[in-house]
C-alpha cells in the first residue's frame, strides 16, 4: 500500500507519460506480490523447522519433554551447572489404573499429572524442567539446586499431586500417588549415568518401602 502510494505521488509530481507510469506501477505490484509470495513461503518452512525440531524433543502426550531431551540437557547440565539435583518419580500402580478405568483415563492421569507437577516447579523451581522418561515414569533436572533443596521440592511435587482429582468416563474421582527419589550430585559421580543410578535407586526405595513417598539424600 505504502509503494503504491509511493508511485502515485511520484507519477504526479514528475509527470511521467500515462502507459509508462502504469507499466513502472504494475511492474512494482508484480514483484511485490512474487517477492511477499517467497518471503511467505521461506517463513512457513521457518515455522514448520522450528516445529519439528520442537516435536523431537517433547512427549506428544503430555508435553513434557522426553527422553532424548533429558538425556541431552542431563549431559548439558552434568558438565557445566557447579550444583545439580535430580528428582526421579513414577506412579503407584499405573497399571491397576489402566486395567480399571482404561487407557483413556490413564492417559488423562498423565496429562494432568505432568500439568500438575510443571505447576509446582514453576512456583518453586522455575529453572527446572520435567521430563517423561518413561511410560509413567518421570525426571526432573534441578541446575543450582543443592540436595536439600531438592527435597522439600520433591515433597511438594509429591503432596499436590497427592491432591489432584481425575474424573473418568463415569464421573468417578481417580487419586494418584507418586513414589521419588532425590540426589544431589556428589564427588564420587564421574559420569552422568552414576548420578541418575542414585536418584532411580531412592525412588526404588520408595517403592519398596511401601511407595506414596520421597526418599533420598
Not at 52 to 78: C, G, K, S, Y
Not at 85 to 109: C, R, V, W
Amino acid at each position: 500500500a505504502m509503494g503504491c502510494i509511493f508511485w502515485l505521488v511520484t507519477g504526479t509530481v514528475i509527470r511521467l507519460p500515462n502507459t509508462l507510469f502504469i507499466a513502472m506501477l504494475v511492474s512494482y505490484i508484480f514483484s511485490t506480490f512474487i517477492s511477499y509470495g517467497y518471503l511467505a513461503i521461506l517463513r512457513t518452512r521457518h515455522i514448520r523447522g522450528m516445529q519439528d525440531a520442537r516435536n523431537a524433543r517433547v512427549d506428544p502426550l503430555t508435553q513434557a519433554h522426553n527422553w532424548l531431551a533429558f538425556r541431552e540437557d542431563m549431559e548439558r547440565d552434568f558438565k557445566n551447572a557447579e550444583t545439580l539435583s535430580l528428582i526421579t518419580f513414577d506412579i503407584d500402580h499405573f497399571k491397576q489404573i489402566n486395567d480399571n478405568y482404561g487407557h483413556l483415563t490413564g492417559n488423562e492421569a498423565l496429562i494432568h499429572l505432568v500439568k500438575c507437577v510443571q505447576q509446582t516447579l514453576k512456583e518453586v523451581a522455575g529453572a527446572a524442567t520435567l521430563y517423561r522418561t518413561g511410560g509413567e515414569e518421570f525426571t526432573i533436572i534441578l541446575p543450582g539446586i543443592d540436595g536439600q533443596k531438592a527435597q522439600k521440592i520433591a515433597q511438594r511435587c509429591h503432596d499436590d499431586v497427592s491432591n489432584l482429582r481425575i474424573e473418568d468416563a463415569n464421573n468417578e474421582s481417580l487419586l494418584l500417588t507418586i513414589s521419588m527419589g532425590s540426589t544431589s550430585r556428589q564427588k564420587q559421580d564421574v559420569t552422568s549415568s552414576q548420578f541418575f543410578q542414585r536418584a532411580d535407586q531412592f525412588l526404588y526405595n520408595s517403592k519398596r518401602s511401601g511407595r506414596d513417598q520421597v526418599t533420598g539424600d
